[in-house]
């Protein structure tokens, strides 16, 4: 049986039972099949820690008790899923509020006092707006197969940097791990890309957490350069260290 902490990857399709809706898949050929193929979207396996809650509760609670090569037909109430639909969180909101109101249509996804709801109707003055998450109150159906149980140190950080740096292939990334240190180099190509400290942060985050005894996470950026006359090439490493808080002064 699977436990609190272990890193495993599973393929799942999300379907809604009232209606055989695909909701999400982790399956290229499921996507195709239901028409909700996505051009732009890698179809790959799903990681997940156990007792993080990456997952609905209901779904995570069937997957303890699953094995590695284990498929299961999970059906999930919506208290076990995105819970009941709440008639409180469906407001009247006066249509002055909104000062930019293009796009402002029956269906749109729009932000009000840092809440994001779905526009319902608009009508006199009015805008019905639902804070509801979108699938509360709706039976769920999950087809899932646990592909594997990572145990490897080194192959559980691959897979973070999967999750967390997606902006590259994680083959690209040099990992090497010492007693309480972890070592990473980043392709260059992702240098520059939106959010990079976040996805580092988190990244750094995770591995303190869930692999037991390091403190450390040193992140590398190599420049490289070469000249015409010359053959080798020259390295300029730019390193950051991210250290977990240990009360030290």
Do not use: C
Not at 176 to 193: H, N, Y
């Amino acid at each position: 049986m699977l436990q609190k902490g272990d890193f495993i990857k599973i393929d799942y399709t999300l379907t809604v039972k009232e209606t055989g809706e695909l909701i999400d898949t982790t399956i290229e050929e499921e996507a195709k099949k239901h028409n909700k193929y996505e051009e732009n979207r890698k179809y790959t396996p799903e990681l997940i820690i156990l007792g993080e809650g990456w997952v609905p509760k209901g779904l995570e609670d069937a997957l303890f008790e699953m094995e590695a090569g284990g498929e299961r037909i999970i059906e999930l109430a919506p208290e076990k899923a995105f819970g009941p639909r709440d008639a409180n969180k469906i407001r009247t909101i006066s249509l002055r509020k909104f000062k930019d109101r293009r796009g402002l249509t029956v269906g749109a996804r729009v932000e009000v006092d840092g809440k994001i709801g779905v526009v319902k109707s608009i009508g006199a003055g009015r805008v019905v707006i639902d804070f509801n998450p979108p699938l509360s109150g709706r039976t769920l159906i999950y087809s899932v197969k646990v592909l594997e149980k990572i145990t490897s140190d080194r192959e559980r950080v691959v897979e973070l940097i999967r999750k967390r740096l997606p902006v590259a292939k994680a083959e690209d990334f040099s990992v090497e791990i010492s007693e309480k240190r972890v070592r990473i180099r980043l392709p260059e190509e992702i240098f520059l890309a939106e959010g990079l400290q976040y996805m580092k942060r988190a990244l750094f985050n995770d591995i303190t957490n869930h692999l037991g005894g390091i403190e450390e996470v040193v992140f590398e950026e190599v420049l490289k350069t070469r000249h015409p006359t010359e053959q080798s090439e020259q390295e300029q490493t730019v390193t950051q260290v991210a250290k977990e808080e240990l009360g030290q002064p």
